[in-house]
């Protein structure tokens, strides 16, 4: 038997802290305590308007429209209800106990798209004859493991199936859930946390994070990060997997339409848990410890679920051939095909005032490396600014952290116009935290300027910048 080779990524903090700032000359940063209009996770569709009298630096005034930006405003698709359990009428209902085998209902409702398995069967074929495999998982605190720790979330009892099934393999483990993160995130981050590990299958669960963000952002982003995955140099399958929160709410409708669309597997936690709870055979606190995480027990379950759909796979996986899922026509525009992070490692952005600085050993939330300033009286609003050249994007987006405290708004340049502001504070709020707002978009790629300048109101005091997102 061979040696296992377990190389864990654990992405384990929900604690994301990003920010930005920059000044530049003749901005228009407000210093009087009030706010300029602003982006935040409740909307950060970088619909910023005020935006008339903004500077460029040389006292001639433009607008976001001058130098050619859009501010998308297309709605979301219609799709089916996430209540629509009527395909699997046809399953033999009984009662689940707690720990017990999987019903016959619960399998067929958690099937929501058995999907095209022909990249899920030959990995399984290539771990079958003894040959190295490498099992992701991409999603927010959920595939963290929240609420059920390293040894008992779901990801590791998944990828233990995985080692109990070949274990002439060595399976290779990565895990990059980060808590309180979406898929706008994840198809950023997806390269650096999964693609550079050359996985040969990828699970993907954002399906509970997704429902905080914007929702036509997310399925955007969503759609680019299974083309992204689907179409890296390793090849990986994808299987999506759809949670929920107790109330049902879910961004699994949107989440599962795109995947049935290139006929990925979708495996629905979300219908198979809330059916045997309004059956009555379970209760929510069984499964869970609040109202979105599963705990040790629904992880469990969880887990039983994904491994069940695994197995059958894997049983006919000889019989499994025929073409691969088909993504030559993309479900969106693919607007985040080329998605990346602008971070300290790989960025020379700087403020000439020295108060921000980059920080390379800095990890928040897994992001390692930021720009960040900390101290009272730290903004002045005229020369502290923190400034990245030649960004070369079509799509701009910045990755900075909601803090409960000392936070402020930070004013968006992009060419020396102000085209979008965002609000960093979360006064009593349950922790500092990463979040990601949309700041502008082109018609075509091109080269950019881009400026974060931090509001001197009263009591700002820290920020924290991991980066841009660009596409």
């Not at 233990?160 to 060595?170: I, K, Q, R, V």
């Not at 995480?293 to 887990?303: D, F, I, M, Y």
Request: hydrophobic share 35%; proline share 3%.
């Amino acid at each position: 038997m061979k040696k296992r080779k377990i190389t864990a990524l654990l992405l384990a903090s929900a604690l994301l802290m990003t920010a930005a700032g920059c000044a530049g000359d003749g901005s228009n940063s407000n210093n009087n305590g009030e706010t300029a209009t602003t982006t935040s996770s409740e909307n950060n569709s970088a619909g910023a308007t005020n935006q008339e009298e903004t500077g460029n630096g040389g006292g001639e005034n433009k607008t976001p429209a001058d130098i050619g930006v859009i501010f998308d405003s297309e709605t979301p698709p219609t799709v089916g209800s996430n209540d629509d359990f009527s395909y699997a009428d046809g399953a033999e209902e009984s009662e689940y106990k707690l720990g017990g085998a999987l019903t016959d209902r619960m399998v067929a409702l958690s099937e929501l798209n058995t999907g095209n398995q022909a990249r899920l069967a030959g990995a399984m074929k290539k771990a079958a004859a003894g040959e190295a495999v490498t099992v992701a998982y991409i999603g927010g605190s959920i595939t963290q493991g929240s609420s059920a720790g390293d040894s008992g979330c779901y990801a590791r009892l998944v990828t233990d199936w995985f080692e109990e099934t070949y274990p002439d393999s060595a399976i290779n483990y990565v895990r990059a859930g980060i808590g309180a993160t979406g898929s706008y995130i994840g198809v950023h981050r997806v390269q650096r946390d999964v693609l550079d590990n050359d996985p040969d299958i990828v699970f993907v669960e954002f399906s509970v994070n997704d429902t905080t963000e914007d929702t036509m952002r997310n399925v955007n982003s969503y759609d680019s990060l299974l083309r992204k995955i689907w179409n890296a140099e390793s090849a990986p399958a994808i299987v999506c997997i759809g949670m929920t929160q107790d109330s049902g709410i879910s961004f699994q409708n949107y989440h599962s339409d795109i995947a049935k669309s290139y006929d990925l597997p979708f495996i629905s936690y979300r219908n198979a848990i809330l059916d045997v709870i309004d059956e009555g055979y379970i209760k929510w606190t069984d499964i869970s410890d609040d109202n979105i995480h599963p705990n040790t027990q629904g992880h469990k379950v969880l887990a039983q679920i994904v491994t069940h759909y695994l197995a059958s796979v894997n049983e006919n996986k000889d019989n499994i051939t025929g073409a691969e899922s088909d993504f030559s026509t993309p479900y969106t525009k693919d607007k985040f095909a080329d998605a990346d992070l602008i971070t300290p490692a790989n960025s020379d952005a700087s403020d000439p005032s020295g108060k921000i600085t980059a920080k390379a050993d800095n990890n928040f939330g897994n992001f390692m490396g930021c720009w960040t300033a900390r101290g009272s009286n730290l903004f002045d609003g005229e020369n502290t600014c923190l400034v990245f050249e030649n960004v070369e994007a079509k799509n701009i987006g910045l990755l900075f952290g909601k803090v409960t405290g000392g936070g402020t708004v930070l004013d968006i340049y992009i060419d020396d116009v102000l085209v979008n502001s965002v609000d960093t504070r979360f006064p009593g709020g349950w922790g500092n935290y990463a979040e990601a707002a949309e700041i502008a978009s082109f018609a075509e790629k091109g080269t950019h300027t881009v400026r974060i300048v931090p509001q001197n109101i009263e009591g700002a005091s820290l920020i924290y910048i991991s980066g841009l997102l660009v596409s």
